[in-house]
């Protein structure tokens, strides 16, 4: 089981000189946690609260659910319309809103026919608002919505504009939400072209929360993903609103982006070639809420999973500044997206690579490593180990001038198996091109210095088969003759040369 996970991890990786899928790695392995976190910042529906929740409501009786039904069935309009505010003062209870009860007592389709009623927007705005809140429950709950017929009565109405369309646009929000199958269905029924108006700096602030909101959830789910000219029409839009102040509306769009880079590359292509979004979104990178900054990061380091092109189209942007500034933010969700944003560029071209190394990001890479946080750490080392495999001589150099060596290899101790596995593959890659140079004994010396070779004769015993034979290969390879050497280097030339030819190419240890 071991195996094929870490087999499939190495699979998602690309690397110029080692072969296009071998080394970056792609967000399969995290999407399922990276969903769950993504909950705590953007809800996947959201429940319509009555303003007037919590408070006695004395100038109206209070209905029962079969009451409510009853109301909604009446031929009299405002006995229709006082059933439906009923019905939304119930479902719209901060504590156990009693939604079962309400469908199962049948208020669902009086709810969707009293849509139809063009006469009474205050009927249509109850009813829309009541049955946004049935389909924040559960898949059940949103499902007997949907059968319900409310889809395309819901896109009808948000493309007539008014308080009505901004609550159809949370209930379609809502519907959306629940899973690919909904989605899908909502987009299928043209809920984007309906929503497109209410994308632009210009609309009222509440409306355009809900909009950016609504337009995330059409993105969202990625079992299927979705269908991308069914949402890429809004790109130009969306490129606008990177520009607004208000951080929730900035924050939903770049989850929005997060989702649709969060795939194949032709994906990543398109929204990339947007005119001036990429520009915007990393300028995002250095926004002062956390909750702008995560989403953003998120699609960054989507695109920078992608083709060689497409990674320097973000280098150029001027992503390693900020990429740069939050390995050290001091929140770990954002130093380890970080990391693993600099992770696939340390997987990428020789040019990449020392970009990356121009802008100071290895110095930041081994303070990552030094943290108590073992998933900052695992990232940090999946970019070490990146680099070990596709770095020139005078990169590997510069990454042992860093201190990278004793932190890295600290994290062997870890009871992170992955981790722990990482961490041996770097070294061995390390090792291999110290052997290329003529430079293993100085290298297998430091090992030993800094307590590493303990920790790798220690995983002898590990119970995990995968770790314990690469840290086997590992000794048998370069430590088996260690302890017959007689010789040692001098200590004033105790150097490791990567580079056999090019005298420069050395690290004191």
Known sequence: MADRTHTSRLSSYKNAGIGTTELRRKR????????????DEQLLKRRAMSPEAGEVVETENVFSPTEIVQGLKSPDLAVKTAAARAARRMLSREQNPPITIMVN????????????????????????????????????????????GVIPKLVSLLGRGGVVAEQCAWAIGNIAGDGAMPRDTVLNHGALPALLMYLTPDTAPSQLRTAAWTYSNLCRNKNPLVKFELVAPALPYVTELLTVSDPDVLADICWALSYLTDGPNERIEEVQKTKNLLPRLVKLLQHKSPAVRTPALRAVGNMLTGSDVQTDRCLEAGCLDHIASLLHCGKPSLVKEAAWAVSNVLAGTQEQIQQAIDKGLLNHL??????????CQKEAAWAITNLCLGGTPNQLDALITAGFLEPYCAIMASPDQRAVTVVLDG????????????QVEPLCIKLEEIGALDRIEALQEHENEQIYKKALHILDTYFMDQDDKTTQPQESTDVYQFGAVEAERNINF
């Open 28 to 39: 399969a392995e995290l999407s399922v946690t990276l969903r769950k976190q993504a909950r």
């Open 105 to 148: 007592a049948g208020v669902i389709k009086p709810l969707v026919d009293a849509l139809d009623r063009d006469e009474c927007q205050d009927l249509q705005f109850e009813a829309a608002w009541a049955l946004t809140n049935i389909a924040s429950g559960t898949h059940e709950h949103t499902m007997a919505v949907i059968n319900g």
């Open 366 to 375: 081994v303070q990552v490593l030094s943290s108590d946080d073992i998933k």
């Open 427 to 438: 070294l061995t890659h390390l090792l291999q091109a110290a052997m290329k140079f003529g």
